[in-house]
C-alpha cells in the first residue's frame, strides 16, 4: 500500500495481482488496483480527469488519460472519501504505474492537480 496527500487530498493505493485473468504462456498479467481517495480539506471536490504513466519491465510506456474514473467523476466532500478498483494488463510480471487526478474545487471553481503516488504491479511468484 502507498498514499500521498496533495492539495488537502490523500490516496491511498492498494493492488492485487490477479491470477485467473492471467496467462503467462501468453505474457498476459492482469493487476487489479483499489483507490481510495479521501477529502482532507474544507471544501468539496470534484473528481474531472485522470492521467497515467505506466511502465512494465520490458521497457513499454503506456500513458492513458480520460475523464473522470470507473465511468464517473465523484463529487467527494470535506472528510469524507470515495473508493474504486480497476484494472491493468502488462506484457511482462512487473511493472509501475503513477498518474495526476485534476480535480476541481467546488468553492473556488478552480482545478487542482492531486499526485497518484507511484505504485508497483508485481506477480507474487517474482517475489520470491
Not at 485473468?21 to 479521501?38: V, W
Not at 474531472?48 to 488519460?65: F, M, T
Not at 468553492?107 to 508485481?122: G, M, R, W
Request: aromatic letters at 10%; a negative charge; hydrophobic letters at 40%.
Amino acid at each position: 500500500m502507498v498514499q500521498k496527500v496533495t492539495n488537502d487530498v490523500n490516496i491511498v493505493v492498494e493492488t492485487f495481482y490477479q491470477e485467473a485473468h492471467s496467462n503467462p504462456i501468453q505474457s498476459e498479467y492482469l493487476f487489479a488496483y483499489r483507490i481510495t481517495i479521501e477529502n482532507l480539506g474544507s471544501v468539496p471536490v470534484k473528481l474531472l480527469r485522470r492521467y497515467w504513466h505506466i511502465v512494465d519491465s520490458n521497457g513499454e510506456i503506456r500513458e492513458v488519460e480520460g475523464d473522470g474514473v470507473v465511468g464517473q467523476q465523484p463529487v467527494i466532500e470535506p472528510n469524507h472519501q470515495y473508493q474504486y478498483v480497476s484494472s491493468c494488463n502488462l506484457n511482462s510480471d512487473m511493472g509501475k504505474m503513477s498518474g495526476i487526478y485534476t480535480m476541481l474545487d467546488l468553492f473556488t471553481n478552480k482545478q487542482i492537480q492531486v499526485l497518484i503516488p507511484e505504485f508497483l504491479l508485481i506477480a507474487p511468484f517474482k517475489e520470491n
